[in-house]
DNA sequence: TAGAGCTGTTAGAGCGCTCTACTGACGAGC
DNA sequence: GCTCGTCAGTAGAGCGCTCTAACAGCTCTA
């Protein structure tokens, strides 16, 4: 009925327990003989390790957690896809957990995940208060990821949402654009920074900036729409502060009887599938999300191995993608 | 350095480690004053119990894993969060594994978690092979959702696809169309009951069926399309295999210079968030996600507790979401 | 007044492993 | 021939917890 334990491999091959040990930890003093018999005997009762009285008895974790706050945004999927494949290369396994956006889920989720006593932990934009993270940091390392933090325990891995609204800026200026106006992700994370800038961009190119205040949704971007729209200050070109504004200003644009790119050039954020299907082919600045994961991992596994223990701040280089929202403005 | 134990907790407290243990797992019979000493000791050292600690040492498991086959797919995060909030109600911790579509990588994340003894798993769409699968359901409960399985140990959790693919004829046909054709998912997961119901539905009202084999992504709903019209047969309506083969069907039928719904309606599956843009705003069938979700955590805890031994084969409603993309045919 | 029946508490074994220290066997070196 | 070192293997403690059994110290009953 239980499932088999290293007692009984060893009964069946005729060993003590400690050589199975060794030999499901792949020790090179083992005779051939017996560890093939080990093996034979391990593969008959269908016997695999348990991960958790191993690192018990070891004092020691090969457990990686992850804390994802929205599981609905493929953008962490991508991060975690870097992340899995790193942690796999080195020998860690990946369990995740979700907080679903709610600082007490997230703190439950967080708590929980330490239960495991994991080698480490990495939080993708977390909404925890940062005195949870402080304290989780206090045990173990920590990365973070879309989310700065001043903790000294603790590693952070964002993109550079000032160099990637720049981008969206003196693409469009390169197109002849002047008038400009950038839809702001208000509280959304990171919307601070491509804020920024969008911002000294404009100033760089002696324009005047426009900023108008939004959310990281589809019915928020087409709200700004109207509102210029009333307002009668439409400009040429529209930063939007996410791909789903973006795809939102599109629609409200289309509905008033304004073509894009024609009318109006709108570039959005994030590059996700959304941006990439033909129906919406969005101008869009990519995050290098393969590339978060994996330096999440990396920092991590550094403090894990004790490498390292000043904090590491890592900030990637956004680019641009150009699709069909973008062209030279009408005359 | 290290985490503090029980142990320290119980020096502090004054009190034996047995103790300690009863506070933490809410056993009534603890005095008033002695429950007090010892949570203000645990709180003053920062303690939380370890959990491997504990389920080792009570031969129990209060962990269900989850294996996702794909993160990327937002279907799946609804259907976690209806397992999550069940199993969280329950006094159960969720950990989520990937399997990123991979059998290899799938066999790999399913042992990873069975490393873990969780008191059951669920494998969300799983690609690994079955024997797999009932090796898993030979150690403990398992439950597939959108997937299939006789195995007696296995439960199974899925949506009505012929019925879904049914309300989508069913629905075109009463806004007057005859002509409707089927854009196949081929190899994807459900894409069969999808389409023996809607060649149910059409021979149901006396339809001629017209199939168009296609798959599950945005290019080949798009080329579908075009070689019904390069073929001359384009139908004054299209159910398509799901969303995004729906949403490739639009873009290429007004490239082709054609109005939707005007000239042709369309209908996806699924009813993903991308459905719900207003820029595309489709009519979709909708699975119940959470519900799926909820019935998945809810057969396990049932195993799990041996209240039940025989498999439960779950076959949920899906309903229709009326949006733009449907109207009555020209004329 | 002895026993029965509580209630609150503890000692100690043991969950499935790892790890340190040790043992026995065997050949090399003097 | 004797020590020494190496190699293959084992015994036994212990990781942080739970659980069983036992045990004080009560009150209640006969």
Known sequence: MGRPTMEDVARRAGVSRALVSLVMRGSPKVSQTRRAAVQRAAQELGYSPHAMARSLASRTSTVLGVMVSDLHNPFFAEVIDGLDVMAREQGFDVIINTGGRSPARERRALT?????????????????????????????????????????????????????????????????????????????????????????AMAGHGLPARIVSSEYTDAAGARAVRELLAAGELPTALVACNDLNAVGAVSALEEAGLRVPRDVSVVGYDNTALAALRHVSLTTVDQPRNEIGRLAAESLLQRVRGERAHPARHLLHPSLVVRSTTAPPPD
């Open 112 to 200: 929980s995940l330490l239960s495991f006593r994991p080698a480490g932990v990495v939080l993708l934009s977390p909404v925890v208060p940062s005195a949870a993270i402080s304290s989780a940091a206090a045990q173990l390392p920590v990365v973070l990821v879309a989310r700065s933090s001043r903790l000294s325990g603790v590693d952070t891995v964002n993109d550079d949402g000032e160099q990637g609204g720049a981008l969206a800026v003196d693409h469009l200026v390169s197109l002849g654009h002047r008038r400009i106006a950038h839809l702001d992700g208000g509280e959304g994370s990171g919307s601070g920074a491509r804020r920024r800038g969008y911002l000294t």
